[in-house]
C-alpha cells in the first residue's frame, strides 16, 4: 500500500506564474488536508477537502489560492500569480475519515524566484 | 481555536539518555498527533492517542485529557532520534473531522 504521494517534490517558478501542488492520498483515504510551512516557521492548517466537497478552507489565503480534490485524480492545490512569499513546504495528508490518524507526504518545495 | 504549547523548544542530550517533551493545548480534543521531521525532510506520524499511553519500540506517549497535556518519552536514544517532534491537534473542538493545529516544535539533537 503506497503512501501518500505528492508531486513535484521541488517546483520553482518566476513571480507572476502559476504553481499546481498535487496530491494523491493513500488507498482508501478519502479525506485529505493541505499544509504549509513557511521557512522557519510552524506547520499551519490551508485546506480540509473530501472528494468532490471542501469541508473547511479557513486556512487558505482568499486570493489567488484553490484547491481541489475531484472524484477522479489526485488533489490539486493551485497558486495564481505566485509572490516571493508564497516560497515554502506544502504537505498534505490524507486518512480514512475525517477523525482518523493522518498520514503525511514527502511535501513539495516551491521557490519563487 | 485550539493552541498548542511545546517544550523545550530546542533539547541537546547524550546518546542513551531518556527524552521528554512536553505537550499542552488549550481545549478540549478528540485525539492528540506526535509527529517527527527530520531536517529538509518529510512528517512522520508517531502516535494518535485521545487517551492514556502507547509504546512503540523506544517511544511512549501518555496524554492526561484532564490536564491537557501530553508528553512523548524516548528511552535509549540515539543520534538517529536527531529530528523535530511536533504535537499536533484539532484545530477545534467538539471531536468532529477537523485539520490540525501544531506546536512549534522541539528540535531534538542527541549526541554520539
Known amino acids: 500500500n503506497a503512501g501518500v504521494m505528492q508531486n513535484p517534490r521541488h517546483l520553482v517558478r518566476r513571480r507572476g506564474q502559476e504553481a499546481r501542488l498535487r496530491c494523491s492520498p493513500m488507498?482508501?483515504?478519502?479525506?485529505v488536508y493541505w499544509y504549509r510551512q513557511l521557512p522557519e516557521e510552524g506547520l499551519k492548517f490551508m485546506v480540509y477537502?473530501?472528494?468532490?466537497?471542501?469541508?473547511?478552507e479557513s486556512g487558505m489565503p482568499k486570493e489567488r489560492f484553490s484547491a481541489e480534490f475531484p472524484k477522479e485524480g489526485p488533489s490539486i492545490l493551485r497558486i495564481q500569480q505566485v509572490v516571493r512569499g508564497d516560497s515554502a513546504a506544502y504537505f498534505c495528508?490524507?486518512?480514512?475519515?475525517?477523525?482518523?490518524?493522518?498520514?503525511f507526504g514527502p511535501g513539495t518545495r516551491l521557490t519563487v524566484l | 481555536k485550539n493552541e498548542v504549547e511545546q517544550s523545550p523548544q530546542n533539547l541537546t542530550a547524550q546518546e542513551g539518555e531518556f527524552i521528554t517533551i512536553n505537550c499542552s493545548y488549550s481545549?478540549?480534543?478528540?485525539?492528540l498527533h506526535w509527529l517527527q521531521q527530520h531536517p529538509g525532510g518529510g512528517i512522520v506520524s508517531l502516535f494518535m492517542?485521545?487517551?492514556g499511553k502507547k509504546k512503540h519500540g523506544r517511544l511512549i506517549a501518555t496524554i492526561n485529557i484532564q490536564e491537557k497535556h501530553s508528553s512523548l518519552h524516548i528511552t535509549a536514544s540515539h543520534p538517529r532520534d536527531s529530528a523535530v517532534y511536533i504535537c499536533?491537534?484539532?484545530?477545534?473542538?467538539?471531536?468532529?473531522?477537523?485539520?490540525?493545529?501544531f506546536g512549534k516544535g522541539t528540535h531534538l539533537i542527541i549526541q554520539p
Open positions: 495528508a490524507s486518512s480514512p475519515q475525517g477523525w482518523a490518524e493522518q498520514f
Open positions: 488507498k482508501g483515504h478519502s479525506h
Open positions: 477537502l473530501q472528494k468532490e466537497n471542501i469541508i473547511d
Open positions: 481545549v478540549g480534543i478528540s485525539a
Open positions: 492517542l485521545s487517551s
Open positions: 499536533a491537534v484539532p484545530l477545534l473542538s467538539g471531536g468532529g473531522a477537523d485539520g490540525l493545529t
